[in-house]
Nanobody, 125 residues
Framework: VQLQASGGGLVQAGDSLRLSCVVSGRTFRSMRMGWFRQAPGKEREFVAAISGSTGITNYAESVKGRFTISRDHAKNTIFLQMNSLKSEDTAVYYC???????????????????WGQGTLVTVSS
């Protein structure tokens, strides 16, 4: 399984941006997918996740109401629509795939088996 993230860039505070992550492999439909981010000097943190079977979504409190995660099974792709961006959203964003989807673990970095290369989002204030 390989993940390829794209869509990052330099935007101003208040702008919107949409990230994409294309997943290779035939198990995409069954995997929980997540977005994480890592700012300079900080640990990687959870942003959003979407289950494979039910499409249930979860968000970090810091992005709830501004970000939306979605998936397109036909295109083996997940998206992260980011609205009302803030300077504190600046980070490298990573997409990740979890094969097992244990309940309550959607926000834990170690449970994700596959990771994309990351795409940089810079929000200027």
């Amino acid at each position: 399984v390989q993940l390829q993230a794209s869509g990052g860039g330099l935007v101003q505070a208040g702008d919107s941006l949409r990230l994409s992550c294309v997943v290779s492999g035939r198990t995409f439909r069954s995997m929980r997918m997540g977005w994480f981010r890592q700012a300079p000097g900080k640990e990687r943190e959870f942003v959003a996740a979407i289950s494979g079977s039910t499409g249930i979504t979860n968000y970090a409190e810091s992005v709830k109401g501004r970000f939306t995660i979605s998936r397109d099974h036909a295109k083996n792709t997940i998206f992260l629509q980011m609205n009302s961006l803030k300077s504190e959203d600046t980070a490298v964003y990573y997409c990740a795939a979890d094969r097992t989807s244990y309940p309550g673990t959607y926000n834990q970095v170690p449970v994700y088996d596959y990771w994309g290369q990351g795409t940089l989002v810079t929000v200027s204030s």
